[in-house]
């Protein structure tokens, strides 16, 4: 049921995923005569390559859309299956309320796009669950297996290190605490080493990463009704009324059925420290976009792995309920990305006429409700890397940071490329003479008319002036190709 959507569009309406697709795609094409133009791999150690690898390995067997939903699918079903093992370990059995995790599989984040993310959160709730049953049989196994999964962690996303060091950290708090009255001062220390020593390797890795030396940045902090409504996160869909649903249905079970409920070992503290950092975190930090979002679905789906509610009188009702969900649930998101095959014929059909390496520009009009996530962001900034893909063409957003990526941009189209964490600019912006503010934003848009051959404008409005200099080509629903006239 959670994969039926994606076989209604061969690009599902998920906000990141066409330029993280676009880069794995160059990735498994290293001698393409055009791309190769444009792009290098350039390999270090960097806390951010899951997909990438996976990704490159693939592509060079499945056709690139087919392979690009694989790979969507994978991120999507990661953290559930994540929480099943976790559970599992934990409470020695297979538990119905993890199993309701499926209802936060379609989430916040999946729809932002943050696939290395999504496929490290759900190895650490496995490396944690693995953890937990080698620590039943002592400390040896428990180190070494754990020293590993903290390497791999480290190489899908840093949060996954995070995750996994709260999880066990908390677990191994929890039993000093109980065993406190007993315990002595060499227990204590022996603890806090063996633990530093599963973890030592990540450590490592992060000090040898560029992003060890990168500046913590600006720091912008949500407001406290957005906060709230972030709490709904885990089950957050094109539907503002299917996700309050959701969640008042999730989080009503286990208020309802709390009492005698039993927790993972470490799961009151680690939950509790999740909800203390998301009140206090800012919404961007360092480079890293949406921190208190992804707080919140990692605080969600602790609730499905570290929780076994005690069972209702009457179970049917409830499991009918969830099978109702589900099914809800997927057939919104599938409404939503079949629509969406609409718009992406009108992209392809706009974009048809563009020779390969010609240099595109990409700007945006404000894009209509269909597109949005209701209260968090738009979902179609980054269909432009369709470009790349399809008419090898050059767009100047790609995600190919070598300080984030494996991937970097060769010169001289280094000097009109943005690849860190830019956005498409606002149509508007082409019609001023560039400002320091806008060029601080865009730097690529200093003489954009003899930099790029085209502009693809994505959501066009209804009316306005046209800037000058601009030839319109095609236009069609949320897409118009213009030729730059010099």
Not at 132 to 156: D, E, H, K, P, Q
Not at 435 to 444: H, P
Request: aromatic content about 10%; charged content about 15%; some cysteine.
């Amino acid at each position: 049921m959670l994969l039926l959507p994606f076989t209604l569009a061969d690009v599902p309406l998920v906000l990141d995923y066409p330029n993280h697709l676009a880069r794995f795609f160059v990735l498994a094409h290293p001698g393409d005569p055009i791309l190769s133009r444009f792009y290098v791999a350039h390999w270090d150690i960097l806390p951010n390559l899951g997909f990438d690898v996976i990704g490159m390995l693939l592509l060079k067997i499945l056709p690139v859309h087919a392979g690009g939903r694989v790979l969507l699918g994978l991120s999507l079903l990661a953290p559930v299956l994540g929480v099943l093992a976790y559970s599992r370990a934990a409470f020695g059995r297979a538990t119905g309320w993890a199993l309701a995790s499926s209802l936060a599989a379609f989430n916040g984040v999946f729809f932002l796009g943050f696939m290395n993310f999504l496929l490290a959160l759900g190895l650490a709730f496995a490396a944690a669950g693995l953890w937990l049953t080698l620590r039943r049989r002592g400390w040896a196994r428990a180190v070494a297996a754990g020293a590993l999964a903290s390497v791999v962690l480290f190489f899908c996303h840093i949060f996954g290190v995070l995750l996994f060091a709260l999880l066990i950290g908390c677990a191994e708090l929890e039993t000093l605490w109980q065993a406190r009255k007993t315990l002595g001062g060499f227990e204590l220390v022996r603890t806090g080493a063996l633990l530093a020593l599963t973890l030592a390797p990540a450590i490592i890795l992060y000090g040898l990463s560029p992003l060890s030396s990168s500046q913590a940045g600006a720091q912008e902090w949500a407001d406290f009704s957005h906060k709230v409504w972030e709490i709904f996160t885990p089950f957050m869909t094109p539907s503002k009324a299917v996700t309050l649903l959701t969640g008042l249905c999730a989080f009503g079970f286990l208020i309802l059925n709390l009492r005698g409920a039993h927790f993972a070992p470490g799961a009151r503290p680690a939950l509790l420290l999740l909800a203390l950092i998301f009140v206090a975190a800012p919404d961007t930090i360092k480079g890293g976009t949406f921190l208190d979002v992804r707080l919140a679905l990692m605080f969600g789906l602790l609730l499905f792995a570290g929780i076994a509610p005690a069972p209702p009188r009457s179970l049917r009702p409830w499991a009918m309920l969830l099978g109702l969900l589900l099914v809800l649930r997927s057939g919104v998101v599938g409404l939503a990305w079949y629509d969406h095959r609409q718009d992406l014929a009108d992209l392809r059909a706009a974009i048809a006429s563009v020779p390969p390496s010609a240099k595109v520009l990409a700007a945006e009009g404000e894009a209509p409700d269909r597109l949005v996530m209701p209260g968090l962001y738009r979902l179609d900034s980054h269909l432009p890397a369709l470009l790349l893909i399809e008419r090898r063409a050059f767009w100047p957003l790609l995600f190919a940071d070598p300080a984030q990526q494996p991937l970097m941009v060769r010169p001289p189209y280094d000097e009109i490329a943005e690849p860190s964490l830019s956005e498409t600019v606002d149509w508007t912006l082409l019609d001023k003479p560039p400002t320091a503010e806008t060029l601080a934003l865009a730097a690529y848009l200093q003489d954009w008319r003899g930099n790029f051959d085209y502009v693809l404008l994505i959501d066009p409005p209804a009316a306005g002036p046209l800037p000058a200099g601009l030839t319109l080509v095609h236009g069609r629903g949320i897409a118009a190709l213009y030729r730059i006239t010099r």
